[in-house]
């Protein structure tokens, strides 16, 4: 880690506890401001990195799904080229869903078609957390489109969706240090403002960003009124 301690990492607790979907189903009641990030999150964190194949001599047969609130899954490599069959169709449509869910049984693989029509959440499979960073409620009807059917983005640790002007926001993307110097600037004085990392700090702290590695930061965008925001993570 960096020469200082991270603030969003001090923030960000491992996730531990119980899945509990029932509970994260009927409660979209959403922390505030800094509460969800510094108090435990409700649902056991479970990396399944699936195995999905190698990615050479794939026809793509059908356009993948869109996800209203996650509109580039390929070029965020959370949904990638494969041709293993989807353990919950039972077909294999040329891409499959290869990043984090919650969930409390073992690990199958699913397509992205079965996490947009809804096929994940009927198995109780959860690709965000259903608690909400940095900000505002959303109304529930999307933050079930966030946490049940949108790809997972590829957080170190808990999968927060922010929100701002009452709506769940899109995701941009993964952020290092060029993102936040460049064209996501904005995010990067969101994040050290949320954060309260102190001015002298504020260059280091975003210099020690990296989109591939730790800490990282993700970066949304209100539909709203277009601002950007994020938090940041470290593993
Ligand atoms: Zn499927
Ligand atoms: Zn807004």
């Not at 301690?5 to 505030?32: I, W």
């Not at 933050?143 to 049940?148: C, D, F, P, S």
């Not at 993307?173 to 990067?188: C, N, P, Q, T």
Request: aromatic share 10%.
């Amino acid at each position: 880690m960096g020469k200082f301690e991270l603030p969003g990492c001090l923030a960000l607790q491992p996730a531990v506890g119980k899945f509990d979907a029932r509970r994260a189903r009927r409660s979209p009641s959403l922390p505030t401001k800094q509460s969800s990030r510094s108090k435990h999150a409700p649902l056991e964190w479970r990396i399944a990195h699936v195995s999905i194949g190698g990615t050479n001599n794939i026809l793509v047969m059908d356009p993948l799904p869109k996800f209203p609130l996650f509109p580039n899954p390929v070029d965020e490599g959370v949904i990638e080229k494969s041709k293993v069959t989807c353990d919950f169709c039972n077909q294999s449509r040329g891409y499959m869903y290869s990043t984090n869910v919650y969930r409390d049984s073992t690990e199958s693989v699913i397509c992205p078609w079965c996490i947009a029509d809804g096929t994940g959440e009927k198995h109780r499979i959860q690709f965000n957390d259903s608690q909400v960073s940095a900000g505002e409620q959303y109304g529930t009807e999307e933050l079930g489109i966030a946490v049940w059917r949108t790809p997972g983005i590829s957080a170190l640790q808990a999968n927060y969706w922010l929100a701002c002007c009452g709506r769940a926001c899109i995701y941009r993307g993964a952020a290092g240090e060029s993102e936040l110097k460049g064209k996501w600037k904005e995010a990067a004085s969101f994040l050290v403002e949320d954060l309260a990392v102190s001015a002298e700090e504020s260059d280091s702290f975003i210099s020690d960003m990296s989109r591939d590695g730790s800490p990282r930061a993700y970066v949304f965008q209100c539909q709203n009124c277009k601002k950007l925001l994020a938090f940041s993570d470290c593993d």
